[in-house]
């Protein structure tokens, strides 16, 4: 299910600049970073997670860049795939 799509062309500042991040919370009416999460391949995603101040900031290695990439970048937590973000929910 999705409740919102926001492209590089809806922000004024792609990542890692927040703005996708905030213009989804405001597409979704969600007016708080705590309850958010953001989930990411790159270390532009993590970046633009910590500057939107999430509250779950997720590297996933099943995409683009590396663990030791992932790793050097702020995050919450670094993930073997996307298909662990269950495992995860269920952990918190």
Do not use: K
Request: proline share 4%; hydrophobic share 45%.
């Amino acid at each position: 299910m999705v409740d919102a799509v926001v492209c590089g062309d809806d922000v004024t500042l792609g990542r890692p600049a927040p703005y996708l991040i905030f213009r989804a919370m405001e597409a979704t009416s969600t007016s708080s970073v705590h309850r958010v999460a953001t989930v990411g391949d790159t270390t532009l995603d993590l970046q633009a997670g910590y500057n939107a101040g999430v509250r779950w900031n997720i590297g996933v290695l099943s995409g683009a860049h590396d663990r030791q990439s992932l790793e050097g970048a702020p995050h919450t937590h670094i993930l073997p795939s996307v298909a662990e973000l269950n495992l995860l929910w269920g952990a918190l």
